[in-house]
């Protein structure tokens, strides 16, 4: 496709649950981004893979925080035992490592944890 | 996380007036970023800033790079409805495919 996608577009799970989120990048981008972003604010980074390197983690929350990005392309992160406040919306972004090496966005994944 | 401060926090205005919002950081960034965000999508890139002192247009936005690098500025002129959303700076220690910090984003109502 032409930009990155998401699935689900809207996630509602029970506290307690393990849920995994998708995102599939522009093709041929090397980069991909995790982000975070809780009602009303703005965007937490979580997690960003370059290549074959080894991924920067430094963003995720917890240790119920884990993210693969399989044959350098999709990407999924994984919440377990999720807790109410893990509610919010989960962006992933990628980008490429020549030239305009702008981050484009996918429209998201809404979890909400009841 | 780390989030920049950016403000005004939300703005209500008629169309066709001018809007003003910035950024400022305690910290240095050699990349400041604009985005809007529509409800339900992820944001859009409006305008990037790479030198500290740049000023950058795009329609009939412009955006400004401080000085001291730890600052950003966004104007929009005669606003239209199709202004409406959420803006959000975002600043790159480098620009290489690097974690972007946010700031905490404007809301910018159009009033009819």
């Known amino acids: 496709g032409a930009g990155v996608s998401q699935s689900p577009s809207n996630k509602v799970t029970e506290k307690g649950k393990d849920v995994e989120l998708r995102c599939d990048p522009i093709?041929?981008?090397?980069?991909l981004y995790w982000y975070r972003q809780s009602l009303g604010q703005g965007l937490e980074f979580l997690i960003y893979?370059?290549?074959?390197?080894?991924?920067?983690k430094s963003g995720l929350p917890s240790d119920r925080f884990s993210a693969e990005r399989t044959g350098g392309s999709v990407s999924t992160l994984t919440i377990q035992r999720t807790q109410q406040e893990d509610s919010a919306v989960y962006l992933c972004?990628?980008?490429?490592?020549?030239?305009?090496?702008?981050?484009?966005f996918g429209p998201g994944t809404r979890l909400l944890v009841l | 996380g780390q989030q920049l401060n950016q403000s005004p926090q939300s703005m209500f205005i008629q169309e066709g007036e001018d809007v003003s919002m910035n950024c400022t950081s305690s910290?240095?960034?050699?990349?400041w970023l604009w985005y809007k965000q529509d409800p339900g999508e992820g944001p859009v890139l409006l305008i990037a800033?790479?030198?500290?002192?740049e000023l950058t247009s795009n329609g009939r936005l412009t955006a400004q790079f401080g000085i001291t690098r730890k600052d950003s500025f966004l104007n929009i002129s005669a606003s239209i409805p199709s202004d409406v959303g959420i803006y959000f700076c975002?600043?790159?220690?480098?620009?290489?495919?690097?974690?972007?910090?946010f700031g905490t984003g404007t809301r910018l109502t159009i009033i009819p």
């Open positions: 975002a600043g790159l220690v480098n620009f290489g495919n690097e974690k972007l910090t």
């Open positions: 800033l790479y030198k500290a002192g």
């Open positions: 893979f370059q290549g074959n390197s080894a991924p920067d």
């Open positions: 093709s041929g981008h090397t980069a």
């Open positions: 910290s240095i960034f050699n990349t």
């Open positions: 972004a990628s980008s490429s490592t020549g030239g305009e090496k702008t981050q484009y």
